[in-house]
């Protein structure tokens, strides 16, 4: 069973449309994140969750929407693709907030044309 | 400046050398401090956390050094498989977010 999973890991889309990316977390984690990467390779933190509840929210679009319906899942809600949202986004977990071990789902390709 | 600054190599090394590297970080309040392995288009693997007084994990050495707020990763007899770019990552003390470098690559060559 894979720990960290998310969906779809790739997606080509125009610019202008909506889609989600899923991310389901086996491991019992208290804490989500979302990450982005881009092509120069920076991993940047978008949202975090701990227990469902929204504590680190970096400075990004609010086309960027995360939800956690319950503490092993979090999804990202993109709303009016631009060119510039094409990265890897990875969902991660980990035990608790102040852990710096996280474990990082496979990564969702995001391709905005 | 960046939070967290590494060369980004690429470092070329052949099988069995010693490679050695640093990350910098500029928050004199980092608490925590990481190295992370990711392989190419594939995720972030945590390979060790750094501690105060050093850490070694078999052909791995990493050390930190506060004074001067870097830390380094040294890899002896280099294996091919020890090709990947080696992400630095800091912890802040008070909300403890991770700053992540954008990477140092290494390729080890037969």
Do not use: D, H
């Given at each position: 069973d894979t720990a960290v999973s998310q969906t779809p890991k790739y997606l080509v889309t125009q610019?202008?449309?909506d889609k989600s990316i899923k991310c389901e977390q086996n491991l019992g984690h208290d804490t989500m994140y979302w990450y982005k990467q881009d092509s120069k390779k920076f991993l940047k933190i978008m949202f975090s969750y701990n227990n469902k509840e929204l504590i680190i929210n970096e400075t990004v679009p609010n086309r960027f929407s995360p939800k956690s319906p319950d503490k092993a899942h979090l999804n990202l809600h993109i709303n009016s693709l631009e060119l510039g949202d094409s990265a890897v986004y990875f969902c991660a977990s980990s035990q608790v907030q102040s852990s710096g071990e996280l474990f990082f789902g496979e990564g969702?390709?995001?391709t905005v044309l | 400046r960046k939070e967290v600054e590494q060369d980004p190599g690429p470092f070329n090394v052949p099988e069995g050398a010693t490679v050695a590297?640093?990350?910098t970080y500029s928050n004199s309040a980092s608490q925590s401090f990481f190295w992370y392995r990711q392989d190419c288009?594939?995720?972030?693997?945590?390979?060790?956390s750094v501690y105060s007084s050093g850490n070694e994990d078999g052909r791995f050495t990493a050390q930190l050094n506060r004074a001067s707020q870097y830390i380094s990763l040294l890899i002896r007899d280099s294996k091919l498989s020890d090709s990947a770019t080696y992400l630095c990552v800091v912890s802040r003390s008070n909300d403890y977010k991770l700053s992540f470098g954008a990477g140092t690559t290494v390729t080890v060559r037969a």
């Open positions: 610019m202008g449309n969702s390709r995001l | 590297f640093n990350c288009r594939k995720e972030p693997k945590l390979l060790m």
